[in-house]
Antibody, heavy 121, light 111 residues
C-alpha cells in the first residue's frame, strides 16, 4: 500500500533553514505529481507547493514563494522541501501528499502522517 | 483567510442527514474548477472523501456524497454515525491566487 513518511521536522530559530524529506513507497512515484500541505496546530489546511511528476514544473503558495523550494529525486522515490528564512508563522505540521490528476484539477490522494516544524523567535 | 468559506460547525443526531457548504467565487468554484472533500479524524492526517465534485474513492461509504452548483459545493452525510465526527475540508483551485485553496473547515459533531 502507499506509504509516505516525512522526516526532517524540528525546532529551529526564526530566519534559519530546514529541509524536509518524504520517502515514498508502494506506488510508482515517478508517475505522480506531489504536494506539500501544512496545518498549524488547531487550524485549517494550507496548500504549500506542488511539483510535476517529472520535476519539470513547480508552483508555490504566495506565503512561501521565494523562501521554499520543492524538489524530488525519482531515482530515490523522495520528495523534498527546502525551507529558508523561516518565520514563526511557518510553525505547522507539513504533510507530503500525492497529487492525483492534471493541474489544476487534481486532488490529494494519499497523505503522510506529517512532520512538525516549530520556528521560535 | 481562505477564499473558500465553510460553516465552522454542523451537528446532527445519529441517523440524521447533515450538509456542509463550501462557498467560493468566480475565480475558483464558479470558474469550473473541481472541488474535492477531505475528512480529518481527530489526531490523524486528512483523507480524501470526494474527488472531482461527486466521486467517492473505493472504501468510502455511499452515505457521503458531493455536489456542485455555481460558485458553491456541498458535502452531504446521511445516516450520521459517531465515527463521522471529524473536521471536513473542501479544496479547489483559484485562478487569482494561481494555486490550490482549502476551505476554512467544518467540525461535524454527532449529538
Amino acid at each position: 500500500q502507499v506509504q509516505l513518511v516525512e522526516s526532517g521536522g524540528g525546532v529551529v530559530q526564526s530566519g534559519t533553514s530546514l529541509r524536509l524529506s518524504c520517502a515514498a513507497s508502494g506506488f510508482t512515484f515517478r508517475n505522480y505529481g506531489m504536494h506539500w500541505v501544512r496545518q498549524a496546530p488547531g487550524k485549517g489546511l494550507e496548500w504549500v507547493a506542488v511539483i510535476w511528476y517529472d520535476g519539470s514544473d513547480k508552483k508555490y503558495a504566495d506565503s512561501v514563494k521565494g523562501r521554499f523550494t520543492i524538489s524530488r529525486d525519482n531515482s530515490k522515490n523522495t520528495l523534498n522541501l527546502q525551507m529558508d528564512s523561516l518565520r514563526a508563522e511557518d510553525t505547522t505540521v507539513y504533510y507530503c501528499v500525492t497529487y492525483n490528476g492534471h493541474w489544476p484539477n487534481g486532488f490529494g490522494e494519499s497523505w503522510g502522517q506529517g512532520t512538525l516544524v516549530t520556528v521560535s523567535s | 483567510q481562505s477564499v473558500l468559506t465553510q460553516p465552522p460547525s454542523v451537528s446532527g443526531a445519529p441517523g440524521q442527514r447533515v450538509t456542509i457548504s463550501c462557498t467560493g467565487s468566480s475565480s475558483n468554484i464558479g470558474a469550473g474548477y473541481d472541488v474535492h472533500w477531505y475528512q480529518q479524524l481527530p489526531g490523524t492526517a486528512p483523507k480524501v472523501l470526494i474527488f472531482r465534485n461527486t466521486n467517492r474513492p473505493s472504501g468510502v461509504p455511499d452515505r457521503f456524497s458531493g455536489s456542485k452548483s455555481g460558485t458553491s459545493a456541498s458535502l452531504a452525510i446521511t445516516g450520521l454515525q459517531a465515527g463521522d465526527e471529524a473536521d471536513y475540508y473542501c479544496q479547489s483551485y483559484d485562478s487569482s491566487l494561481s494555486g490550490c485553496v482549502f476551505g476554512t473547515g467544518t467540525k461535524v459533531t454527532v449529538l
